[in-house]
């Protein structure tokens, strides 16, 4: 689900069913082209360009081969499931790549993948990691143990030059770093309503939090405008971007008993770098009731809680809204926020976070047997819960998540 479509074998591979998959290769397909070129051919063009390429899949050898000589792809080195006795999202695999490659662990070096275990296999083994758009995996899901780079066409991949710059538009310039706009300039989390994100938020319990200035940023708004203009720039150049032009800004309400407006001075350098037709209203929506220990609160209970707080003293006559947040978690703030603005006359909302919260990369260790444990989704109830890495041949212990 990275270089061809499997789609329709998702569910016998699922099931282990490896004698009907086999009877039924035929119903692989290629994936559209993307950009300029369609993933299954991004191989022989990276490779042709003078780059290493390793495949690494959790499939079985046999299975793995078929396809990338059935679709013709080719490739320096495969690890496939039964080359290490840890699985995806262990590193184990990625590293016996680079171990067959010659080639030391370093962030010059990319792992591209359609779900969060791939993002977090790549962190674990210290390779910068790839999501791609065209798999399986829901936006959201991906938004919250995102990858260092989210790409929505093949061909990107093929501009070594920028690959530095294809980062999140927060991280890149509270960084210093090289930016290049592309879709994944900005963190797609979620449709309903459509969020979006500036980058990726760490607690200082995640060890990428030292090392995030966007994180730093975001914290320091919350007691200084030290970080306002630079915050400003962010989401003022992320609004120019979008295909989608609201009519107006309004802040998320702070709370009655704060004097300071987080977002006073942001929005002010903000509008330096946005169409002058957009209005920032920083009053468009204010608190009426205090929640007290909301961020102690699972979502069920903020859901709840959260209910009437809000208010508006405008009817905003259909106009189009972009909510601003500073960090995007469970979401439950912003949608009554965005309840009250539709009960009150606006058109479309919208919300655009500085930063989205990110899953802790913890590694969970099987009590069974020692491998690592990756977090599963029952297909039926859609609960999630720890399976260990060796599922189904050597080991089927499970945990609750």
Same mark, same amino acid.
């Given at each position: ?9 998702? #569910? +016998?591979?699922?099931?282990?069913m490896? @004698?009907?998959v086999?009877? !039924?290769? !035929? ?6 082209a ?6 299954h051919?991004?191989?022989?063009? +990276? ?11 959790? $499939?079985?050898e ?10 013709r792809?080719?490739? @320096?080195?495969l690890?496939s499931?039964?080359?290490?006795? !840890? #699985? =995806?999202?262990?590193?184990?695999? &990625? ?24 993002? *977090? ?5 210290? %390779?910068?990691?790839?999501?791609v ?8 899901e991906?938004?919250s $143990? ?10 990107? +991949?093929?501009r070594?030059?920028r ?10 310039l509270?960084? !210093? ?37 966007l ?5 320091? %708004? ?10 400003? *720039?962010c ?5 120019? %971007? ?6 107006? &800004?309004?802040?998320v ?8 407006n ?10 330096d770098h946005?169409? *002058?037709?957009?209005e920032?209203e920083l ?6 009731k205090?929640?007290?220990?909301y ?7 903020r859901?709840?809680?959260?209910k ?12 189009k809204?972009?909510?601003?947040d @500073? ?12 309840r009250?603005l539709n ?9 655009m976070?500085?930063a ?17 444990? =990756?977090i599963?989704?029952? #297909? ?7 399976g ?5 041949h050597?080991?089927q #212990?499970? *945990? @609750?998540?």
């Open positions: 689900m990275t270089l061809v479509d499997s789609s329709a074998l998702a #569910h +016998l591979r699922r099931s282990q490896w @004698d009907a086999r009877q !039924n290769m !035929n119903l692989i397909r290629p994936f559209p993307q950009g300029r070129v369609a993933p051919e991004l191989p022989a063009l +990276l490779r042709a360009d003078g780059q290493a390429v390793g495949i690494v899949t959790s $499939s079985p046999w299975y793995a081969t078929t396809v990338l000589q059935q679709f792809i080719p490739y @320096d080195v690890v499931y039964g080359d290490t006795e !840890n #699985h =995806k999202p262990d590193p184990a695999p &990625i590293q016996e790549a680079l171990r067959r490659l010659g080639i030391a662990a370093s962030r010059d070096s990319l792992y591209i993948g359609d779900d969060v275990g791939d993002v *977090e296999a790549a962190y674990h083994a210290g %390779l910068a990691s790839v999501a758009r065209w798999g399986p995996t829901s936006i959201f991906l938004s $143990s995102a990858p260092d780079i989210f790409v929505s066409k093949a061909s990107t +991949l093929l070594q030059d690959i530095g710059g294809r980062g999140y538009i927060g991280e890149a509270t960084s !210093n770093w090289p930016f290049h706009s592309h879709w994944g300039s900005i963190l797609h989390c979620d449709d309903e309503p459509v969020v979006y994100a500036l980058g990726r938020y760490f607690t200082a319990s995640d060890p990428r939090h030292a090392t995030s200035a994180s730093a940023a975001v914290l320091s %708004l919350k007691n200084n405008d030290s970080q306002a203009q630079v915050l400003g *720039e989401v003022g150049r992320a609004v120019d %971007l979008f295909d989608w032009k609201p009519d107006c &800004i309004i802040p309400p702070m709370k009655p008993s704060q004097e300071r987080r977002f006073k001075e942001l929005l002010e350098s903000a509008a946005f169409d *002058e037709d957009i920032v009053n468009g929506l204010k608190t009426v205090e929640v007290e220990g961020k102690q609160m699972n979502a069920l209970e859901a709840e809680a959260i009437g707080a809000f208010d508006t003293d405008y009817t905003w006559g259909g106009a809204i972009l909510l601003l @500073d960090v995007y978690t469970t979401g439950e703030t912003t949608r009554e926020c965005v009250i009960a009150n006359g606006a058109g479309e909302v919208r919300v976070a500085i989205k919260d990110q899953r802790v990369f913890a590694r969970k260790t099987c009590s069974a047997c020692g491998r690592s444990m =990756k599963r989704e029952n #297909h039926a109830t859609h609960v999630k819960f720890w260990c890495s060796g599922y189904p050597n080991c #212990h499970t *945990e @609750d998540f």
